[in-house]
Nanobody, 124 residues
Framework: QVQLVESGGGLVQAGGSLRLSCTAS????????MAWFRQAPGTEREAVVA????????YYADSVKGRFTISRDNAKNAVYLQMNSLKPEDTAVYYC?????????????????WGQGTQVTVSS
């Protein structure tokens, strides 16, 4: 089983940028589809970005298209979420998730492993 640890969250002004990191241990991330979810208070956890490295397919939520980018560093066994042009509505706890490798999935129940989450707060 892979273990995931997120970092990089914080407080940023609207229009600013953050890069979240998800460092994996136990197994290599190339064996998984990886995703970033977020959850704001009183809302359901939603998929922000999901990527299947096998097929190269990537899902971006409409609300983040053109602003967020997922990438990975095999040598560091890590996945990143670059977030630009941040908006107050991006404020949430962001979670990294790992799941079966062959398809892009947006349902949280499809993912087997989760990090502890990192808080992102965007001030107006």
């Amino acid at each position: 089983q892979v273990q995931l640890v997120e970092s990089g969250g914080g407080l940023v002004q609207a229009g600013g940028s953050l890069r979240l990191s998800c460092t994996a241990s136990g197994r290599t991330i190339s064996n998984y589809a990886m995703a970033w979810f977020r959850q704001a208070p009183g809302t359901e956890r939603e998929a922000v970005v999901a990527r299947s490295w096998y097929g190269g397919s990537t899902y971006y939520a409409d609300s983040v298209k053109g602003r967020f980018t997922i990438s990975r560093d095999n040598a560091k066994n890590a996945v990143y979420l670059q977030m630009n042009s941040l908006k107050p509505e991006d404020t949430a706890v962001y979670y990294c998730a790992a799941g079966p490798p062959y398809t892009v999935m947006t349902m949280s129940s499809a993912y087997d492993a989760w990090g502890q989450g990192t808080q992102v707060t965007v001030s107006s």
